[in-house]
């Protein structure tokens, strides 16, 4: 029983990290219709931000985040207004070229800058963990989960209560009539763009801050990205959230009871079974996955 | 003022003589040069760019030191060496199409990219193009079980990797332990790695523990750490590569797994290894295929503390094994080239098959498969901060720390 829990609640832990590299991307996806192919880049420039902060003036990962989340936000404006914007009307296919092609040069950027050497932010509590009865709880792991949990329901907050937040639900439901209403679509979308930058910024202190980066792993991140919001659902901000939590378990209690080796298929193979009964994701509204603009 | 102009005059004139001077002398010496082109497709972008740098840092090197040192010649002309790099972006399938680029181009001798997956996709095709490949990064012994003879391996084979920890285990470690678990990533290297550590574990007596799987760089190896948690094992024996190396530890401490000593292959002989974890670093064992207190010598790079303290001053950070098997690589073709007299493939394909010499990187000669299976690999163990050879004793320079208290 112990080794269920303790397998458990790491997996509740991982899918906490997976939820807050996902829940940008999602938000992208579910208001922009973009499927943002350069999410990963960011979450990796997010780590080096904050590596940097770490190595040259001892900032600590939990506040060297909110640097991260700062300049992604102003780089995630940027590109939407000036990039993105120009073709945000056309195909999907079209934005998926583009978003690929920036993360080529985000990549490209951060192996010229930095290396391809292995980075990690080190902590004095980074290996820590405390005891639960039998379980351990690592801390940073708890820690990173936590704030997936804060920041999805912020998110929540945001959308559903400030005049900004209602005006990107509005965009995202039919651009058209808001322009009607008085939003600036082209602002509104930067907007969101920032904000999905800046999440994955902080998503990539986090990851800094429990395991090794370095630009190579930018693709990882957005295919887990693109697993979560599509196993959660779009239009829904808690989607991410619960897509990743499912993932997280699944792979811990794949890893555990099943050949290590088996984690990432039967990971897929849960998607494909919850798509087939549920097609909108867990928690996604259907309005959301219909709206394909080709 | 006219003197000023006279003088000035005077300067021009000597210099466009020495420029014209100068210019005129290299066209006698370029008739006696043979330009040797080498191809060297390396991942210089990619999930290895790490490694592939240090591999083309090493070919470097060794084209450096032949170019400035070499006073034989082939057919009464001086050689040049001139390594071709192109990269493959870590991917199999482009580094076995770079050999054929490079076969197009009329270049038939081949140093191999890193890893064991672009190795094994580049010795077929070598195979198949007739062309001569010297291999600094596959250890796999599958590479060499397909009956490949084109394809010469100058490092110890990957079964080396972990029996290698655990001989020195077996020799030094007092008390001596009882259990090893293995955990091993999921790819051919590391399972032939583990295969090989295992074997050795159960001939010394040890009790082994799993073999315990995770998907190849795997940032979270919790699950595979948990199944082997309750057994309380004396060492957990990694073979992994530096993402799954670090995990291995970090995640060991977060879970209260206290064995009395880590042993991992690969990571731990790289320098990123003892920054990532800190603390947590001292006292990890790992295998390596080269350290500086390696015996041998040989013309061009000396010995191997000459060759650690030439290749820091030329690039400006110790020499990893990575290096230094790179240029044993492009050494072991100099050689072969050198013996037969000759830069066509099969010729120096006959000598490399004949290769029996002394290095800066140890014994290079080649098994009827094509692997050095003359060449011992090294024990190191991070001790404060450094990274310093323990095994074996005859190369050691410093104590095998054991057990160890975090």
């Known amino acids: ?87 945000v009307n056309g195909p999907v296919f079209i934005t ?28 004095s509590y980074g290996s820590n963990s405390f005891e639960l009865g039998n379980i351990r709880i690592p801390l940073v792991r708890l820690l990173a989960f936590l704030l997936a949990i804060i920041i999805t329901f912020l998110l929540v907050a945001f959308v559903k209560r400030t005049r900004t937040g209602i005006s990107i639900m509005a965009t995202g439901m039919d651009r058209g009539a808001a322009r009607l209403m008085g939003i600036r679509a082209r602002h509104v979308y930067a907007l969101t763009f920032g904000i999905s930058a800046a999440l994955a910024g902080m998503a990539g202190t986090m990851i800094a801050s429990i395991e090794t980066f370095d630009p190579s792993k930018a693709g990882k991140f957005t295919l887990m990205a693109f697993v979560v919001a599509v196993l959660g659902g779009l239009g829904n901000m808690y989607g991410a959230l619960v897509g990743g939590l499912l993932m997280g378990l699944v792979q811990a209690w794949a890893g555990q009871y099943l050949s290590g080796t088996w984690v990432n298929a039967i990971a897929f193979l849960v998607l494909i079974i919850v798509l087939i009964f549920k097609p909108n994701g867990l928690v996604g509204k259907a309005f959301y996955a219909a709206r394909v603009e080709i | 003022m006219r003197n000023t102009s006279k003088s000035i005059t005077g300067l021009f004139a000597i210099s466009s003589l020495l420029m014209f001077g100068v210019h005129a002398i290299p066209a006698a010496n370029a008739a006696d040069v043979l330009t040797i082109s080498l191809g060297a497709s390396v991942p210089l972008t990619g999930s290895i760019a790490k490694e592939g740098l240090l591999t083309k840092e090493g070919y470097q090197f060794c084209q450096e030191k032949v170019n400035l040192l070499s006073t034989s010649t082939i057919g009464g002309k001086q050689k040049k060496l001139d390594i071709v790099f192109q990269d493959d972006t870590s991917k199999p399938d482009i580094a076995a199409q770079n050999l054929s680029k490079f076969n197009d181009k009329g270049i038939k001798l081949i140093l191999s990219s890193y890893g064991s997956a672009n190795v094994n996709a580049q010795a077929a095709v070598v195979e198949l193009n ?51 678990a293995f955990l091993s990533a999921d790819d051919g290297f590391s399972k032939t790695v583990t295969a090989g550590g295992i074997a050795a574990a159960k001939a010394l007596g040890f009790t082994v523990i799993g073999p315990e799987y995770f998907p190849n760089a795997a940032s979270d190896v919790s699950a595979a750490l948990n199944k082997i948690k309750a057994a309380k094992p004396d060492v957990i024996i990694g073979s992994v590569h530096f993402v799954e190396g670090v995990a291995l530890i970090k995640q060991s401490k977060e879970l209260g797994i206290t064995p009395r000593g880590f042993a991992e292959t690969v990571a731990p002989p790289i320098l990123d290894f003892a920054t990532t974890l800190g603390p947590l670093a001292e006292n990890v064992l790992g295998s390596a295929q080269w350290t500086s207190t390696a015996k041998g010598q040989d013309k061009y790079f000396g010995t191997a503390k000459n060759y650690a303290a030439e290749f820091k001053a030329r690039f400006g950070h110790e020499a990893t094994y990575h290096n230094a098997e790179a240029s044993a690589a492009c050494l072991a073709m100099v050689f072969a080239i050198e013996k037969a007299k000759s830069i066509d493939p099969d010729k ?24 050095n299976t003359f060449k ?17 004793r005859r190369d050691a320079e410093a104590k095998f720390l054991w057990p160890y208290v975090k």
């Open chain 2, 376 to 392: 011992p690999m090294s024990v190191i163990q991070i001790q404060k901060g450094k990274i310093l050879t323990v095994w074996p």
């Open chain 2, 348 to 371: 120096v394909r006959a000598a490399l098959v004949n290769l029996d010499t002394l290095s800066f990187f140890g014994k290079i000669k080649f098994d009827s498969t094509g692997q």
């Open chain 1, 96 to 123: 998926l070229l583009l978003t690929f092609g920036i993360n080529m040069i985000l990549i490209q950027g951060m192996n010229l800058l930095f290396t391809a050497d292995f980075r990690s932010i080190q902590t």
């Open chain 2, 130 to 180: 007739k062309q001569t490949m010297v291999d600094s990064g596959g250890a796999d012994n599958a590479i060499f079980n397909k009956g490949y003879t084109r394809t010469f391996n100058v490092m110890s084979p990957a079964t080396e990797y972990a029996s290698s920890m655990v001989k020195a285990i077996a020799e030094f470690a007092k008390p001596r332990p009882v259990t090893i």
């Open chain 1, 1 to 87: 029983m112990d080794t269920f829990l303790q397998v458990t609640s790491y997996g509740l832990l991982q899918g906490g990290l997976l939820a807050l590299v996902a829940v940008g991307f999602s938000l992208v996806w579910g208001i922009m219709n973009i499927v943002n192919l350069c999410h990963g880049a960011f979450v990796i420039l997010g780590a080096y931000i904050a590596w940097e902060m770490q190595s040259w003036i001892g900032v600590d990962p939990f506040l060297g985040m909110f640097v991260s989340a700062a300049v992604l936000f102003c780089l995630g404006y940027v590109i939407q207004r000036y990039l993105i914007n120009l073709i």
